[in-house]
């Protein structure tokens, strides 16, 4: 299954848009790229996907290179509430399931006020 | 409930012991996935169902775990004669179906410690 690397931490200020990183060199034609997070004492929950166009919805944006090795999770204003670890992973219809998934570490995000 | 719900939320267990983890899934959704979470790691994938389907056990560490899935829905993942590695956040996920673009629903984990 195709990896994906993200930066270990990063931060931002409240109110300050944040860009939040995401390299799959090894992407296939068929993969869907998903953004999850986790906020502290929580399982992750669901914030966006895409295949090759950007995407927006009510919680962030994403941005998907016209090559699709990379793209980035935007936040357009961070608050406190947005600290969390960020996973960006594949999705895939070759056999691959989101349980065979590799979730990594993520990025752990801080808010400060 | 309106969301995927695991009990108990915490469990201390002595070393040895079996320990039954209980996850509900969201009704209707026919994905079923458990994790694993160790302190400041990632998510490991321990095993899952779909449908009337085998299960995918390729995640499981060792032959004390084991899970089922009774009746479609709720899922019991087993650990016996626990042992101190075992420690982790144990998560439980569900999905409507398992395609690329469905989305999971994750609990909010069975937090495990064997002392």
């Known amino acids: 299954d195709a990896k994906t690397t993200q930066p270990n931490s990063m931060e931002s200020n409240e109110e300050e848009p944040v860009h939040l990183p995401c390299n799959h060199s090894t992407i296939s034609g068929t993969d869907y790229i998903h953004w999850y997070r986790q906020l502290p004492s929580q399982g992750p929950e669901y914030v966006i996907h895409?295949?090759?166009s950007n995407v927006n919805n009510r919680m962030a944006s994403l941005a998907i290179a016209e090559d699709r090795k990379s793209s980035t999770l935007i936040l357009h204003r961070a608050t406190l509430r947005d600290a969390a670890v960020y996973y960006c992973?594949?999705?895939?219809?070759?056999?691959?399931?989101?349980?065979?998934?590799?979730f990594g570490r993520g990025t752990q995000l801080t808010v400060w006020p | 409930g309106a969301g995927v719900s695991q009990s108990p939320s915490n469990k201390v267990t002595e070393k040895g012991k079996d320990v039954e983890l209980r996850c509900d899934p969201i009704s209707g959704h026919t994905a079923l996935y458990w994790y694993r979470q160790s302190l400041g790691q990632g998510l490991e994938f321990l095993i899952y169902?779909?449908?009337?389907?085998?299960?995918?056990k390729s995640g499981l560490p060792s032959d004390r775990f084991s899970a089922e899935r009774t009746g479609g829905s709720v899922s019991t993942l087993t650990i016996q004669r626990t042992q101190q590695e075992d420690s982790a956040v144990y998560l439980c996920?569900?999905?409507?179906?398992?395609?690329?673009?469905?989305?999971?629903?994750f609990g909010q984990g069975t937090r495990l410690t064997v002392v």
């Open positions: 996920a569900s999905s409507p179906r398992d395609t690329p673009v469905t989305e999971a629903f």
């Open positions: 992973i594949l999705r895939g219809d070759g056999g691959s399931t989101l349980g065979r998934l590799y």
């Open positions: 169902f779909q449908g009337n389907s085998a299960p995918d």
């Open positions: 895409g295949l090759t």
